[in-house]
């Protein structure tokens, strides 16, 4: 069975590398985290190349000198570096955010944490079916779940009819290990997120979400095509080689005039 980067299966001895992996920048949290962990049965081999190839990964390191929650970071300052849309100011929707580094960067490049005091202060709205702990400038909505409709009316009221600029999604299913079933059940992720977008985008908003290629790929595309004006896939350095995820960018949103989503 074709396992696929990081998120794929976590055996109990990379869960406790992860527990002690985590005692920088964010202490005291309870964590199995950084990845989606899937209790998939796999050898000591395997165990180990996991180990060495997290020893080794400069990302990893590079979360750790910076104090962020995960190397998942640097996707989204790679791609955030080419397409710009995170400025002070902007309102962002971050879904699936646990452990947090994705938010992390999103409030530092917005100054949801008002750190830069000559600039616009933004907002952070992050919600995740786990726990997240606290980030300043940031508000968490932890142990909900994006596709329901209680957790979308939660948002919108502590948008208060603001628009949102960009919502972004790194959400990731519960893996099977099974590359069609994952494909399809994070493009139905996509599709949650789009038709939220829909609802809370300002016009000209921006949509990023994580996929996993497959053959759903391109008729997600089609689909955003039909409510954005620029639509990229993007594979950043950070994301792993071996892993079949990417990243659907979605600029200029047109306004909730414009419908067709099939
Ligand atoms: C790869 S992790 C996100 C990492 C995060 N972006 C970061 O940088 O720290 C994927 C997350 O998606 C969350 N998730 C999956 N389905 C979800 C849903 N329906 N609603 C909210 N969160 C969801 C999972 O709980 C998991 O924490």
Not at 175 to 195: F, N, P, S, W
Not at 214 to 232: A, E, I, P, W, Y
Not at 242 to 248: G, K, P, T, Y
Request: glycine share 8%.
């Amino acid at each position: 069975m074709a396992m696929r980067g990081i998120d794929r299966g976590v055996t109990s001895t990379k869960r406790s590398f992860l527990k002690s992996s985590v005692s920088w920048g964010w202490r005291n949290i309870p964590v199995t985290r950084g990845m989606h962990v899937t209790a998939v049965a796999r050898d000591n081999t395997s165990s180990n190349e996991w180990l060495i190839r997290q020893s080794r990964d400069p990302y990893v390191k590079m979360a750790k000198t910076k104090h962020y929650r995960a190397r998942s970071a640097f996707k989204l300052i790679e791609i955030d570096d080419k397409y710009r849309f995170l400025k002070p100011g902007s309102v962002v929707v971050d879904c699936g955010a646990s452990p947090g580094a994705w938010t992390q960067v999103a409030v530092q490049r917005v100054n949801a944490d008002s750190r830069d005091k000559t600039n616009k202060v933004g907002r952070v709205i992050s919600i995740d079916l786990l726990p997240i702990h606290p980030i300043e400038g940031a508000t968490m909505l932890e142990k909900c779940d994006l596709t329901s409709s209680e957790t979308q009316r939660k948002v919108e009221a502590l948008l208060g009819g603001a628009g949102v600029d960009a919502l972004i999604s790194d959400m990731s299913p519960n893996a099977t290990g099974m590359q069609q079933l994952d494909h399809e059940l994070i493009v139905r992720l996509c599709y949650h997120a789009l038709a939220f977008a829909h609802r809370v985008l300002a016009p000209r908003g921006v949509l990023l979400c994580k996929s996993f290629d497959g053959g759903d790929s391109q008729r997600l595309l089609r689909d955003l095509r039909k409510l954005f004006d620029v639509v990229k896939t993007v594979k950043p350095r950070a994301s792993r080689s071996d892993s079949v995820e990417s990243f659907c960018f979605a600029g200029g949103f047109k306004g909730r005039a414009k419908t067709g989503v099939s």
